[in-house]
């Protein structure tokens, strides 16, 4: 593992939070861009999730601590800046990411492949966003969103979730300077 990642100092972890918020906000303005070009609107940020890369790395390098605050700031950052994620999907969104990336600081230093790994990563969050909407229509009453929501922003997503699979893993052990995945 690499001696930087190693030690983990506050300095890391702090550079690490504000890239990943970083580019929480940045790759979704480009998806939003390409979506407005090519006439799709914001379908292909749905589709391909840019958000949840960056925070579920900032959890594989930085630790359960970077990944949650990373998750929890990045959808209030990009909310902040420029209201996405719309306000109905916020705190879903914010639940969903804190989750990944708490999850991936969790079982980071699990012995199992990278892409095993992140599996169990995106499985935690996408059933933290089904558990959360369960609870808005059931506990709050909430009639915005229904059981079937919960299925459309799973299968909304599959293609960010494969594009997470061909990403993530290289991209972790390439940080810490492996080569399995």
Same mark, same amino acid.
């Given at each position: 593992?690499?001696?930087?990642? =190693?030690?983990?100092?506050?300095?890391?972890?702090?550079?690490?939070?504000?890239?990943?918020?970083?580019?929480?906000?940045?790759?979704?303005?480009?998806?939003?861009?390409?979506?407005?070009?090519?006439?799709?609107?914001?379908?292909?940020?749905?589709?391909?999730?840019?958000?949840?890369?960056?925070?579920?790395?900032?959890?594989?390098?930085?630790?359960?601590?970077?990944?949650?605050?990373?998750?929890?700031?990045?959808?209030?950052?990009?909310?902040?800046? =420029?209201?996405?994620?719309?306000?109905?999907?916020?705190?879903?969104?914010?639940?969903?990411?804190?989750?990944?990336?708490?999850?991936?600081?969790?079982?980071?230093?699990?012995?199992?492949?990278?892409?095993?790994?992140?599996?169990?990563?995106?499985?935690?969050?996408?059933?933290?966003?089904?558990?959360?909407?369960?609870?808005?229509?059931?506990?709050?009453?909430?009639?915005?969103?229904?059981?079937?929501?919960?299925?459309?922003?799973?299968?909304?997503?599959?293609?960010?979730?494969?594009?997470?699979?061909?990403?993530?893993?290289?991209?972790?052990?390439?940080?810490?300077?492996?080569?399995?995945?």
């Amino acid at each position: 593992m690499n001696s930087v990642i =190693s030690k983990k100092s506050n300095a890391y972890r702090i550079i690490t939070v504000i890239a990943a918020i970083t580019a929480s906000v940045i790759l979704p303005q480009i998806f939003h861009a390409i979506g407005i070009i090519s006439g799709t609107g914001n379908t292909i940020g749905t589709a391909l999730l840019p958000m949840h890369i960056p925070v579920i790395l900032a959890g594989f390098i930085g630790g359960p601590a970077v990944g949650l605050i990373a998750g929890i700031l990045s959808p209030l950052a990009s909310f902040a800046i =420029s209201s996405m994620p719309a306000i109905t999907l916020l705190p879903f969104m914010i639940i969903e990411l804190g989750v990944y990336g708490l999850t991936a600081g969790l079982v980071s230093g699990v012995k199992f492949s990278s892409f095993t790994k992140l599996i169990a990563v995106q499985v935690a969050g996408r059933a933290a966003r089904a558990l959360a909407v369960l609870a808005a229509i059931y506990i709050l009453g909430n009639t915005s969103f229904t059981i079937a929501s919960i299925a459309e922003f799973i299968t909304a997503g599959l293609f960010g979730i494969v594009l997470q699979w061909a990403f993530i893993p290289l991209a972790v052990d390439k940080i810490r300077g492996r080569s399995d995945v």
